[in-house]
């Protein structure tokens, strides 16, 4: 299939884009690009790709934008139950680490996970997923984190890899059995610290092998390093111990308190650290120097109505590796959309259109250890990229809360995007 006429095409880079370079599109105007076997074989323009692969189908960009699917590197889509009466009590002025402390907040999502079977856990994360993939997210990362009790947490690991074989939607899933302290151990975290390390993580690896064997990617281990969760040492204690195991880390820092989490991540090696609003100078140089990409999640501190967001200057300024995701979740971030992010970001973090497009493909692949596979129109990678129904990139964050995308094409297959929802072209 050859995808022709678009007003600009898209191309990324393949490596990350780090501090100042952030934003290089790599644009190609009348630009096509050539699909064979859900694989890129080609990028260049109109002339040229019909001039060396005549007789291809067609599918005409003309008056869009042509770009790679939205890499979305940090989620909690799989929960039941909602939060809409905390919500209400927020904005009645509760804080949201006060409602968690009374037992609610993580904790009352935990209970409503809990109790639903797994066939409703997948059939209400089924549409958050199709949610996401109709707004452009072609492949997402995706937490357990609300069960905080094995059996629940390998229900939520089972359910993700039945999503994931499913599709459309790609999957890296992530284990988050330290999203908080189990309400068991409400007066023993560090009981429940020892939990996670000394029963879950080795259940874990042996679950995946037998579970996953043929992934190609093991799941990421991550921590909610913050007060009222896992305090540094115990972050520590459970990073350390995934590594032991082989796992991949990524963590929850500087979300409301500065405990040294990114820095953390950094001494370990993560491939990400996430949240970074509190985030001090050290910490920031920290990532200047390392290849931990540091994820903000804009809709996070706009869900909670804060004034707080990612000091993304700082990051970039420092020359580190800055990713966007939603952070989608029923607590503070119950939104699906790539494309509302990168509104926020061009707002609150005053990022251009362009540095928020690379943060939310190549930066994003990267965050995740996928940009082998995606984040850029690259030859030999995966067909995952967008027809937008604009003339020019910048209307991603200039305009928002409708959706840009008129066709989204995973690994080579086509889907018209018709009012959020999608059919097969
Ligand atoms: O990333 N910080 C921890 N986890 C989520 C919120 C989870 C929830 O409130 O249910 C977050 O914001
Ligand atoms: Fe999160």
């Not at 050539?34 to 599918?59: F, M, W």
């Not at 059996?151 to 459309?168: I, N, Y």
């Not at 995606?374 to 995952?384: C, E, I, N, R, W």
Request: proline share 5%; hydrophobic share 40%.
């Amino acid at each position: 299939m050859l995808i022709h006429s678009a007003t600009q095409l898209l191309t990324l880079t393949e490596n990350p884009q780090r501090g100042r370079d952030l934003g290089q599109l790599g644009i190609i105007e009348n630009g096509a690009v050539l699909i064979r076997d859900e694989k890129i074989v080609a990028t260049g323009t109109t002339a040229e790709l019909r001039n060396s692969y005549p007789g291809e189908p067609p599918l005409d960009a003309t008056g869009c934008v042509v770009m790679p699917g939205f890499v979305d590197p940090h989620t909690h889509v799989i929960w039941g139950g909602d939060r809409a009466a905390e919500f209400e009590m927020r904005l009645e002025g509760k804080h949201y680490l006060d409602i968690l402390a009374a037992g609610g907040g993580i904790i009352s999502t935990v209970h409503a996970t809990r109790s639903a079977s797994i066939e409703s856990l997948i059939a209400q994360t089924r549409s958050r997923l199709l949610r996401m993939f109709a707004t452009g997210t072609t492949t997402a990362e995706a937490k357990t984190g609300y069960g905080l009790q094995t059996a629940t947490e390998l229900r939520l690991l089972k359910a993700l890899l039945a999503l994931d074989d499913e599709g459309p939607i790609e999957l890296a899933i992530t284990f988050l059995g330290a999203h908080a302290i189990a309400a068991e151990y409400k007066d023993d975290p560090q009981g429940y610290t020892d939990l996670v390390t000394g029963t879950m993580l080795p259940i874990l690896q042996q679950w995946w092998q037998t579970h996953a064997p043929k992934r190609k990617n093991p799941p990421f281990v991550d921590v909610f390093c913050e007060n009222q969760a896992f305090n540094l040492a115990q972050s520590r204690q459970v990073l350390e111990q995934a590594k032991r195991l082989g796992f991949p880390l990524k963590i929850h820092a500087d979300e409301f308190d500065n405990l040294g989490g990114t820095s953390l991540a950094v001494e370990l090696g993560a491939a990400s650290a996430d949240h970074l609003v509190k985030t001090s100078d050290a910490d920031i140089a920290a990532l200047g120097t390392s290849d931990t990409v540091a994820v903000s999640l804009p809709c996070t501190p706009f869900g909670l109505a804060e004034t707080d967001y990612t000091p993304a200057q700082k990051i970039i300024d420092a020359n580190a590796i800055l990713a966007l995701a939603t952070d989608c979740n029923p607590g503070t971030a119950w939104n699906e959309s790539m494309q509302f992010v990168i509104a926020l970001a061009c707002r609150y973090l005053k990022m251009t259109p362009a540095q928020a497009i690379a943060a939310s493909t190549i930066n994003a692949a990267h965050a995740i250890r996928r940009a082998d596979r995606v984040g850029s129109l690259t030859p030999g990678k995966q067909a995952d990229l967008l027809v937008l129904s604009v003339p020019d990139y910048r209307h991603l964050g200039y305009r928002f809360g409708t959706n840009l995308v008129r066709q989204v094409v995973k690994r080579g297959q086509v889907y018209s995007v018709d009012m959020g929802y999608y059919r097969t072209a």
